[in-house]
C-alpha cells in the first residue's frame, strides 16, 4: 500500500527552552538549508520558544508542549506566554485537523540515558514504516509509542499540530548544556527521517525488516511522597541510566532517606524510561513505565 | 606541629538552588544530627538559598557563591536577595576575617564528570593534611586548589567565611536532579572531613602520605563565540566527561558548527576540570584548566 505523499515538513527546535540540541540544530539546518531540503516535499524550520531559550528555562508561565489539545487552541482565555506560542505556532504550521504542515519534527532532549529515540505520537502504516526504517539505518535508535491512548484532537503535544508528527527525543543531557554527541545523535535521527520522507514519496524506500521492536508507555509512577507532600526518596541506583532495561517485579525502585528500600509491587515485567528527567520533578514523577510491543509491516 | 584546635563547624547545602545532592543532605543531616556530631566540636547545618530551591534555579538575582568579598559583605548598596543572604550568613556564621564558625564545609554539584571533587580555597598545613587523609580514606577523591590566587579577603566564596573553609563538588549531576550515586559520595566526603577534624583535634590522625596529587586551577577558556557574541562552537567529543585528563599542546579543543576544529594553542600540558558545566555557559565558560601539582606534608 503505497504512502500518504508528504508535501510540507517543518522541523521545530526550542519548544522546551533549556534542551539545548534542538535549538542549535533548528539554527544549523535555517543557515544551512541545503542539509534539510529533498527533492520531494518542502521542509522549513521553527525555533518555538524564544522567550523560555532567553530565559534559560524549559518554559515562561506553562509548558508549550501540553498546550495543543484542540479545544485547548480554541480557547481565548487561554492567554499566557506559552498557550499564545501555541496559538502562534498553530496559526503558523496547522490549523490542527486540516494543517497546511503535512509531517512535524519536534526535537527534545532529556537528562535520561534514552540514547537516540523516535517517539511516534500516532499509530498508522507510514509511522510503522518509519520506525522500521529508523531502525534499519540507526540501529542504536529505539522506538517509542504514546499514540494510542488518546484521540490526536486531546493530544496536548506540539507535534500533533502537523497531520503527522514525530518527537526526536536524545539524552542523557543535563539541562542548559551543550554535548556533542547527544547533537550529533539528533542530527543522525533527523536525517534518517527526511531521507525515510523523500524515498517514500518517490516510491523508492528499500526492504524494511518486518518486526520492529518498541516501547509501548503504560504510566508514570511518582517520587515517594509523605502526606505534607514532601519527598520520602530517591530512584534507586540500580535503576538509575537503566532505562528501557526491564524491572522486575519485586525489584528496588526508590531508596528512601532512611535507608529503606521501595520494591516494584507490579505482576508484569515493564521497561522504564525518562528515569530521574530533571523536568519531571515539577509533578515529581520518577519514571515513566512501557511494556515491550513489536511493530508489524504488513 | 600540632594543627590549630577547630571547635565550631558548619556544613552549608543549597548555596545553588539547583544542586539538589547538598540540600538533600543538609536536610539529612539537620534531622539526623547524630551523623555530623563528634566528640570534639559542634556543628550545625544552613541551607543557603531556600528562595532559589524554591524557583528551581541557581540563583534568583546573583550568584550566591560570589558574593562573600569582605569589601562587599560590608557595602550597604548591595542589596539583591543573595547579597542580603550573603550578609545575613556572614553575621550567622562569619563575620568574615573574625569568624564564630572555625571550619565551612560547603556543598555543591557540578554538571562535569568531576567525581568527588574537595576544593581547598585556601593553603596551609591543616588544609595539606586534610587532602592527605580524604585521599587515603576515598582514594577515588580529587584534591583541587583554588587557593592562592587571592588574599582571603578577596575570595568571594561562602566557605571563606569561616576561619577555614572547603568546597565539596560532586558531579556528574544534571541541575535539579537527585542522583543516589552522588549523594553517596557527596556524603562519604563529608563524613571523611568530620572525621578529619575530629581525629586532629583529638591528636589522633593517622600516619598520612607525604605527598597527594592535586590539581592547581589556572585559568578558565571560554567558547569560540562570534563578534556579535553569537556562540560558534561546541566542546570537542574527545574532551566532554575526561575532566582531569591531559590535555596535550596541539589537541582539539572545540568543533565549530561549520564542522571545523580549534586546538589548544598552550605549550604546557594541562588539565580541564568543569567541562561543559550548565551553569557556566552564563559567562560563556567551556571549561578550567589546571596543572598537576603535588602537595608535600612536613
Known sequence: MALAKINTVAIVGGTHGNEFSGIYLERRYRQQPELMQRSSFSCKTLFANPQAHEANRRYLHSDLNRQFKTVDLADPTLTNYEQSRAKVINAELGPKGAAKTDF????????????????????????????AYVKLKMPKAVISRDEDHFAQDDHALLCTVGTYGVIVEVGPQPQSVLRQDVLEEMHEMTQHIL???????????????KKVEAFRYLHSIKLPMS????????????IQDRDYLPIMPGQPLFTLFDGSEICYDGEQV???????????????????????VWIELN
Chains 1, 2 share one sequence.
Open 195 to 209: 531521507d525515510f520522507i523523500e524515498l517514500s514519496n518517490l516510491g523508492k524506500l528499500p526492504e524494511l525488516p
Open 270 to 292: 515493564v521497561y522504564p524510561t525518562f528515569i530521574n528527567e530533571a523536568a519531571y520533578y515539577d509533578n515529581n514523577l520518577a519514571m515513566s513505565l512501557n511494556e515491550k
Open 104 to 131: 512535524i519534527i519536534d526535537l527534545h532532549n532529556t537528562t535520561s540515558n534514552m540514547g537516540p529515540c523516535l517517539i511516534l505520537t500516532q499509530a498508522g502504516p507510514l509511522y510503522n514504516q518509519l520506525a
Open 227 to 238: 502526606s505534607s507532600g514532601e519527598r520520602l526518596g530517591m530512584v534507586h541506583r540500580n
